[in-house]
């Protein structure tokens, strides 16, 4: 699940991982922001609530991106594969402005989204310019190396997390969220050691990164994303130590970036304003 | 409290803080390597039960390092200001190889201890070659800058630590301890920020960083030693955020150690083997 090639001359569209728990009202800076880019009253937005086993998820959503103004929200209830090939959910997607993946749990998302029409149509939609946001669960399974889950705290050790192929809208970064509330940096970090190409991005809750199509984000909400650098890592212990023995690693390069402050991930840097 | 100048052609002792909840038996791989440099079976070890209010908590680290072969272990139960003046507890810090502080409220410690004739008593003789450990709160009171206490979570915020000047043993570092079990690494940062001169070091449980006079640690134990180098910060926005924000940093170097692996304080730089 590789992101689909760029469209020649169009921008692609924003992905916006959510920390989950994000304020889930008319005021939610986040909430507003992702509105806005969906187009606001022009809007058309597409929920997709198959994280959840809530029934009144995917509704929720629908009335409170409503109330905030936008002309069109749809939710579509996918629940099992065979829902993710539906001519009117493909038709709903392909109208779609912005996209929006709710919170519950990425291994449905991956076992139930994974290969079929729907994740292709989203794939190809991002590339196309449609912004996609997912919050907690649907921010998880936005890059191509998704955690599908794993232990709390700081330290990493050799069996702390486990990695499952996600939705490949980005193939730079690696996306953990509740990361305060939840105590997440060890499995983040385990994450990355594994292989460290990739940038690791953990997300509070109430917050999110606004990566834009020339891949720099900006920090919304009220906590903060921290930034897992590992690409000037000089040692791992990863390939020797025991089971669940804590990892040794060397050079990793961190930056807490709280709301108004940007990073890009090209350059790997993050700045204050653009 | 600045660490008292070195004594010329002597080297300071060993300094050891240890992140709490050590094995406390007689295979304990930490306090075997503190038994060793105390001189075994020629060794004079002084406790301070100070930190704690469990009557018993003096005498058990007084059994235990009997049982392992120390000659003379004697624990000075220092439980008010005025103890810290007694010339018999004085008399036996002067006579010790190694000073070993036990953990409980690091505030006791700082309260009873400071300014004391004991408190100078201890540095005088670190600086003399006497090894001096301590554990969880034993291990805050250690530096200069003392981490008196602060919330969990991953995200420094503004008010999350609370600094007060500890014993001065060393002025490179701030430790925190039970550093994986209570998720302290964003109030390690808070306390960094204030003035990214330290380095800070979050110690597991079970886990020690044994300092060496030439200001090199090897860890040792079964959790990790987290460096958090500040030396190469670019940006804090400690300065202008509002009480209980997430705060801004960028460039922390983050260096994960484990048992086997070593820092260089006065370089900044971990490595593998001597």
């Known amino acids: 699940m590789c992101p689909s090639p760029d469209i020649s001359g169009i921008d692609r569209g924003y992905i916006i991982p959510i920390g989950g728990a994000e304020d889930k009202t008319e005021q939610s800076s986040i909430l507003q922001r992702f509105v806005e880019l969906a187009g606001g009253s022009e809007g058309r ?14 509704p929720q959503y629908e ?3 409503s109330r905030m103004g936008v002309a069109r929200v749809v939710s579509i209830p996918i629940d099992e594969r065979a829902d993710a090939h539906k001519d009117e959910y493909l038709e709903a997607l392909n109208q779609a402005t912005a996209i929006f993946i709710t919170g519950g749990n990425q291994l449905r998302l991956s076992t139930i989204l994974g290969g079929t029409p729907v994740a292709r149509c989203i794939r190809r939609q991002n590339a196309g310019g449609v912004h996609i946001a997912g919050t907690s669960a649907g921010a998880a399974i936005i890059p191509e190396h998704m ?6 705290g700081p330290t990493p050790t050799e069996d702390q997390v486990q990695i499952a192929p996600g939705l490949g809208l ?3 970064l ?22 460290p190409f990739l940038t690791g991005i953990g997300i509070d809750e109430d917050t999110a990164a606004f990566i834009s199509p020339d891949g720099c984000f900006e920090v919304v909400g009220s906590g903060a994303v921290t930034v897992v650098d590992p690409s000037e890592l000089s040692y791992s212990s990863m390939a020797s130590v025991r089971r669940g023995d804590p990892v040794s690693l060397f050079g990793i390069r961190l930056h807490i970036l709280a709301q108004g402050t940007f990073f890009d991930l090209d350059k790997r840097k993050p700045y204050v304003s653009e």
């Open 147 to 152: 955690i599908a889950g794993g232990s709390s």
């Open 45 to 58: 937005i597409v929920v997709i609530p198959t994280a959840s086993q809530l029934e009144d998820t995917g």
């Open 63 to 65: 009335q409170l991106f």
């Open 170 to 172: 980005t193939n730079q």
């Open 174 to 195: 690696v996306i953990d969220q509740h990361f305060r509330e939840r105590d997440r940096l060890g499995r983040l970090m385990s994450a990355l050691s594994y292989n």
